[in-house]
């Protein structure tokens, strides 16, 4: 179960990020779709449950239907555009790629969400004569789950994404899970009366459900060893891309590239957002970016490109005396799909002498290198996510500063426009050129369509007017469609920046940084505003948040869940689901916040990010068994509940500190080393103390108010197989598996949504530290004084 789920999520997040050509607010509705959905299966599949006592063959049929949606899912992530006649590679809103993934993922997350409360119940059933008690048993069942999770995230990160196709993983997923079913079926005289399926005659159901299991196994293993799956695989590709002609797709572990044809061109998607386009690029685009720095610059030399060099910024590069270009590019599979789809110019481009390719991180690669550069070009485009967002932060500028040559200059484009500049954009722009001037002594814009951004400290970056530039273009012989003297003049004419200076500069000095990442979040507020500008104003007030406005908030809501909890009766309600759903909420955070600042100082290493996460989940893992193997002996778990609560608030608080190091540090081995195991020590613990809590609080919901609700629901039944003592616990167990587990993905659907577009982007990670510690806070003086009231005091 765990391993299917962890699959089908990463797979189906895949798919719909490339059709809706996903940012990081993309990423996080499809995230929070997929939590919110299994949520709703856990708990409502929990409350049905809890009125019958067999479960066995719901179980079955859960897991068959999941083996169903599964493949169908991904077949409909790429056609849907399709269906409602939407053209390859056409963005939408935040309501459509909210209510398109909810309706793609419903029928795969909710059936997988309900199997772990019927695994739950059947585990129980199962174990119910060893002495094992009912919080150990929904114990156990997290556990492996969670291992399950690991094995089959480490499977599909290292070893199946580059090999096989989505529909054959994930046929093989439908495969195993009807065979585990079939193995289920099976009868055997030592299963549980209430998974005893041994079907006597006349018994079709059993029958039925034995031979339905059959087919599907046969089936979907006809399928998976036959060509078949493969025709499936391109039809669907074809369809998803109809109208261009289908070259190539593949899956890098960084993401999806198709090369498309139509009318002699070929353009290159990566994850769908066009990349790269032969023989005939974006001339007027990359003329801009390329020329102007490059004539700004009195004798460019040595020249890094970061991103986006193929397809005609190099040619263009190169029609200048420059001696050495070195291209970083992240993903080789681009490159190497470009040299085989692409055409003359890219292979002028990639097989010139001077130029040197390094497929890494290109700050990482910025911070190794010892090379010193005249011009540093970022062709990243604008970051809407905190990868790319990286290459545009105050401590970014200053690592290029630090290895460019004396008069050297970085380069970077924005969007723009000569006539208006709306808000988002206004902000957008304001704040990148605040962090240039924070760092450059002296920045120069070349307002248009494109803003482009030129930064340096020497003073001839100021000086060289058109009539320089068009002298320098001559001197150096190269030949141009567009940028030639008089288009130069027109660009650089004092009523464009002066328009560009009244729109910016009024604005607050607002500086994007590695840990307050706001570009994104004006990146985001900006796409928002072009395909869902009825959400603007939700984007307005998260902006103008602040620390203590949502202090305050949480305070507030605090304070009158504890007047309701206080005027209820000590037996009705507990605050443990609420206490579940905020340590889901700050797990999701802390994976986050790890991983982005493991980014910012190591650069973006796939492998790297696949350990730490794999980190986080084996520290979850390991508390919850140690746990879970401990509850039986323990007279009360209320006291290592509080405690391991006190400890989420005070990681909360030390987080941001651990992690404030200069990236100047790393040059040293020894201090390298440290740091790397201090970000897996920081994943392992912040995974340890969220996974701490699961089987804690099972115990204590088990023997809370809850109890006496599951008992009045079981006199309830009609036909029970068990007495009624059995009963109570089978349905205290379905109940409480239900409701803790929902409460855990919703706190991670809210963590996901929240934390990585709005808390870190806005906030900073200081600052969302100190606010996961203020919502564990009131996590734990909500706990506390249900202790108190019910006695469960040690």
């Known amino acids: ?419 208006y500049l709306g808000e988002e954009l206004r902000k957008l722009n304001g704040s990148l050129l605040h962090t240039l001037e924070r760092v450059f002594a002296r920045v120069r814009v070349v307002p248009g369509d494109e803003n482009l951004y030129i930064a340096g400290d020497s003073p001839e970056l100021m000086r060289v007017d058109s009539a320089e530039m068009a002298r320098r273009l001559a001197a150096r012989r190269v030949r141009t469609s567009l940028v030639r003297p008089p288009y130069i003049e027109y660009r650089l004419q004092p009523q464009w920046l002066e328009s560009y200076e009244r729109a910016v500069k009024s604005l607050p000095r607002r500086i994007n940084s590695d840990f307050r990442p706001l570009a994104v979040f004006y990146s985001l507020s900006y796409w928002n505003a072009l395909f869902s500008p009825y959400l603007k104003g939700i984007f307005s007030w998260f902006e103008e948040a602040r620390l203590y406005t949502i202090a305050l908030v949480i305070a507030a809501a605090t304070l009158v869940i504890l007047v309701v909890y206080t005027l209820r009766p000590a037996n009705r309600g507990t605050p443990l689901p609420y206490a579940i759903a905020t340590t889901g909420f700050c797990g999701m955070v802390f994976d986050l916040a790890v991983i982005f600042t493991f980014q910012t100082l190591f650069g973006y290493l796939y492998y790297q990010i696949g350990l730490l996460v794999t980190v986080f989940m084996a520290g979850a893992a390991l508390n919850s068994l140690l746990a879970t193997r401990r509850l039986e002996r323990m007279k009360s778990p209320a006291t290592p509940f509080l405690i391991s609560e006190l400890c989420l608030v005070s990681f909360s608080i030390l987080l941001p500190f651990v992690f404030i190091i200069p990236s100047r540090s790393l040059e040293q081995p020894i201090v390298y080393l440290l740091l790397y195991a201090l970000f897996l020590s920081m994943s392992f613990t912040s995974g340890a103390l969220t996974g701490l809590q699961f089987p804690l609080a099972t115990r204590l919901h088990l023997e809370g108010a809850s109890r006496a609700r599951s008992i009045r629901r079981v006199k309830r039944e009609r036909g029970a197989a068990f007495d009624a003592q059995q009963g109570e616990q089978l349905a205290a167990v379905t109940h409480t598996a239900g409701l803790l587990y929902a409460s855990d993905l919703l706190g991670g659907y809210l963590g996901g949504l929240i934390g990585g577009v709005l808390l870190l982007p806005i906030l900073g990670l200081k600052h969302s530290c100190f606010i996961l510690a203020m919502i564990k806070g009131s996590s734990l003086l909500l706990n506390l004084q249900h202790t108190l009231r019910t006695g469960k005091r040690r």
């Open 1 to 419: 179960m765990g391993a299917s789920g962890i699959v089908a999520q990463i797979i189906l997040l895949r798919e719909l990020m490339v059709s809706f050509l996903g940012n990081e607010l993309v990423l996080g509705i499809i995230l929070a779709n997929w939590l919110i959905l299994e949520a709703t299966g856990s708990y409502l599949v929990g409350r049905a449950v809890c009125r019958r006592l067999q479960a066995f063959r719901p179980f079955l049929i859960t897991q068959l239907l999941f083996s169903l949606a599964l493949p169908a899912a991904i077949y409909l992530a790429r056609v849907f555009k399709t269906i409602v006649l939407l053209a390859p590679g056409e963005a939408v809103g935040f309501i459509p790629i909210l209510t398109a993934s909810f309706l793609i993922l419903l029928p795969v997350a909710i059936p997988h969400g309900a199997l772990f409360t019927f695994g739950s119940r059947l585990y129980r059933s199962g174990v119910r004569d060893s002495g094992t008690s009912p919080a150990s048993s929904i114990g156990w069942v997290y556990v492996l789950e969670t291992l399950g999770s690991i094995l089959g995230g480490l499977l599909l990160t290292f070893l199946l994404i580059q090999r096989l196709h989505s529909f054959t993983i994930t046929l093989g997923i439908s495969l195993i899970n009807t065979l585990i079913s079939l193995i289920l079926l099976w009868p055997h005289p030592q299963q549980p009366p209430e998974q005893l399926n041994r079907a006597p005659q006349g018994d079709w159901p059993a029958w039925a459900l034995r031979g339905f299991c059959l087919f599907l196994t046969v089936a979907y293993a006809l399928l998976l060893f036959s060509p078949l799956t493969d025709r499936i695989h391109l039809s669907s590709i074809r369809t998803q891309w109809k109208g261009l002609d289908l070259l190539h797709s593949e899956n890098s572990i960084y993401g999806n590239i198709t090369v498309t044809g139509k009318e002699g061109q070929t353009t290159f998607f990566t994850d769908g957002v066009p990349a790269v386009t032969v023989p005939v690029p974006d001339i007027a685009a990359i003329e801009d970016f390329v020329h102007f720095p490059m004539l700004l610059h009195p004798q460019p030399e040595t020249v890094l490109i970061v991103g986006g060099g193929a397809g005609g910024m190099i040619r263009e590069v190169l029609k200048h005396p420059v001696r050495s270009i070195d291209y970083v590019e992240l993903d080789p599979l681009l490159l190497t799909l470009i040299e085989r789809h692409g055409s003359p110019l890219t292979e002028r481009e990639l097989s010139d002498q001077r130029v040197q390719i390094h497929y890494t991180d290109g700050r990482l690669f910025l911070t190794r290198t010892e090379k010193r550069f005249d011009l540093v070009l970022i062709g990243l485009g604008y970051p809407q996510e905190l990868q790319t967002n990286r290459l545009y932060s105050r401590e970014f500028f200053t690592t290029a500063k630090e290895k460019m040559r004396p008069q050297g200059m970085i380069a970077l484009s924005l969007p723009g426009s000569q006539t």
